[in-house]
């Protein structure tokens, strides 16, 4: 396998430009041309990692979380960090990190758990705003439906589980071709008029450019006539964080125990104000900045990590917030990865770390 097919199955389920503005998901080290051997698969990259993959002749290390997150300024092997670092490049082993790209897409980090707990009908909790434009083109009527195609065929007209959306208004264009024209229909210097559709359709900006070039190409003008516009929706399979609902409502300390098991470590919650749960919400990772969606949303209980003291206060005996360890909570995003992978590459050998990365021990 090159490592840029590899990269591209990867950024088709999570694009980059899903992350947040403070992460640093992508290739992080590596010829994206070079031949990949095998793939170990680790929620961190620690030197630990870096041994393994070494020992398992693997010549790539997927991270979840990026091991250069907040910028490193020199590599002298000071930190665990720096070490593992120094260790890939001298054992010429790539490194990429999917985090919060993974952490947004409706099937990623927050779906995994979803699963894990047995919701159904999970849905993003908080969707992202600022990914989406409405694309307009005025197109001969006889040709809408080969240029909507080209569009769909692009990515363009998908809206949560529907693609092919689309929206058109017939009308009368005019245009008068120039000398140096070579006019589809009309002749040149005289005004010619031509029934059109004002073909409306809804995409995603990070497929902004294959899109319009496509349309472009299907588009039987010489000049193609279309607008960009900017809209606030909110992409509705992308975001912080999930909520759903039980197949039954769960008394709430039969919830806490199956968390428990599930994930294990520690569960820290607060005083349960109800019975049963029906809703409940959480987010991979360190998510307490989601409580006010949460509460908002109407969750009965609401899972993720790294709660600090005085936080647990703002539940108000409106929602339980339950609390486990960040490593536990996104322990199985290494064998989302791996499912992935191998899904798309079934002859590439995908490896999953046989070390626990997690820094926090309990009695």
Not at 5 to 12: H, M
Request: some cysteine; glycine content about 8%.
């Amino acid at each position: 396998m090159l490592l840029k097919e590899i990269i591209s199955s990867l950024q088709e389920w999570a694009p980059l430009n899903y992350q947040e503005s403070y992460d640093n998901s992508r290739l992080i080290f590596g010829d994206i041309n070079s031949g990949i051997s095998s793939a170990l698969v680790s929620l961190d990259l620690t030197e630990k990692i870096v041994d393994e993959a070494i020992a398992k002749g693997a010549s790539l290390i997927i991270s979840h979380h990026p091991v250069i997150f907040s910028g490193l300024k020199s590599l002298s092997g000071k930190t665990d960090a720096e070490r593992a670092i120094i260790k890939s490049i001298q054992a010429n082993i790539a490194i990429y990190a999917l985090h919060t790209n993974l952490d947004n897409i409706s099937s990623g980090v927050n779906a995994e758990i979803g699963r894990r707990l047995g919701v159904k009908g999970p849905r993003i909790l908080s969707p992202k705003k600022d990914l989406l434009s409405k694309l307009v083109v005025y197109v001969p009527e006889s040709a809408w439906s080969d240029v909507a195609e080209a569009m769909w065929n692009a990515g363009a007209g998908t809206i949560g589980n529907y693609d092919q959306c689309s929206f058109r208004i017939p009308g009368l264009g005019t245009f008068r071709a120039g000398e140096q024209a070579n006019p589809h229909k009309g002749n040149i210097g005289t005004l010619h008029e031509e029934r059109e559709y004002r073909l409306e359709v809804l995409i995603e900006r990070r497929l902004q450019h294959n899109i319009v070039r496509s349309m472009c190409q299907a588009h039987p003008y010489e000049e193609v006539a279309y607008e960009l516009y900017a809209i606030e929706n909110e992409h509705p399979q992308v975001g912080s964080g999930m909520i759903g609902e039980f197949p039954d409502a769960l008394p709430v300390y039969e919830l806490l125990e199956r968390i428990k098991s599930t994930f294990g470590g520690v569960v820290r919650f607060t005083k349960p104000h109800l019975q049963e749960v029906c809703s409940i919400a959480w987010c991979g990772g360190s998510g307490s900045f989601l409580l006010p969606v949460a509460k908002s949303a109407g969750a009965d209980m609401f899972l993720t990590s790294d709660f600090k003291y005085h936080q647990f206060f703002d539940a108000e005996n409106e929602i339980v917030i339950a609390d486990i360890g960040h490593f536990e909570n996104e322990q199985f995003t290494i064998d989302l990865i791996a499912d992935h992978l191998r899904k798309k590459f079934p002859n590439f050998a995908v490896l999953l770390t046989e070390n626990s990365t997690n820094p926090i021990n309990y009695l």
